[in-house]
């Protein structure tokens, strides 16, 4: 089946600088990505969705220049926290559509010391 | 846009026993409805779905029912066993290129 590599699985990273997250759809091209963040104890939550060759959409409240999203090809979709804080720490995991369902990534745990 | 919601947040129930999970939806315009599994720190597993021309559906000791008309989906895991424990997500979506929208989660315990 459909299979989506999010790397790094984990990382940790000092405050004030930039991580980035990448997600390769494997096999298939994903012209949609979801990003969500998942906070301890709580469930996914959507932060944007990203199109190949356009600028992303962002939710309501998600930081469009503090999360930038890129999805220059329809195979990878990154997405970088830029000047990391430690409230950003989280599980980070991206997910293509497709007509048949959703392909997730295997999550990026996130810690900001 | 959509809103799902989940109901138990948590479940305990004796190994051996059924436990059911609800969820409802507000919007009609969404057609699949998956079921997550979910491990401290892993990924989302999905265990089972339904699609919308669809009211039942069943894999061993795992169903999920469908109403449509009242938008509400369940989740039913019969002869629970330890290895059940974790937290399960309901979702709703329509499937291409909108997202899918989840429940708050219920974390089921299954007591040996």
């Known amino acids: 089946g459909a299979v989506v590599s999010q790397h790094p699985s984990r990382v940790i990273c000092k405050s004030g600088t930039s991580v980035k997250i990448e997600c390769r759809s494997l096999?298939?091209?994903?012209?949609?990505m979801f990003w969500y963040r998942q906070f301890p104890k709580k469930s996914l939550m959507l932060m944007a969705t990203s199109n190949e060759g356009s600028k992303a959409t962002y939710e309501q409240g998600v930081e469009k220049d503090k999360f930038l999203i890129n999805h220059a090809s329809l195979t990878l979709s990154t997405l970088t926290v830029t000047s990391a804080h430690p409230e950003d720490s989280s599980f980070y995991i991206c997910?293509?559509?497709?007509?048949?369902?959703?392909?997730f990534g295997s999550g990026t745990r996130l810690t900001v010391v | 846009g959509e809103n799902v919601e989940q109901h138990p947040s948590t479940l305990s129930v004796q190994e051996g026993d059924s436990a059911v999970i609800k969820c409802t939806y507000s919007d009609s315009a969404s057609n699949y409805f998956p079921w997550y599994k979910q491990e401290l720190g892993k990924r989302p597993q999905l265990i089972i779905d339904i699609r919308s021309n669809v009211g039942e559906k069943k894999d061993q000791r795992i169903a999920v029912t469908l109403n449509k008309t009242a938008k509400h989906f369940s989740l039913h895991i019969t002869e629970t066993q330890p290895e059940d424990s974790a937290v399960y997500f309901c979702?709703?979506?329509?499937?291409?290129?909108?997202?899918?929208?989840f429940g708050k989660g219920t974390r089921l315990s299954v007591i040996a």
């Open positions: 979702a709703a979506g329509r499937s291409g290129n909108t997202p899918l929208v």
């Open positions: 096999d298939f091209q994903a012209t949609t």
């Open positions: 997910s293509a559509g497709e007509y048949y369902g959703y392909t």
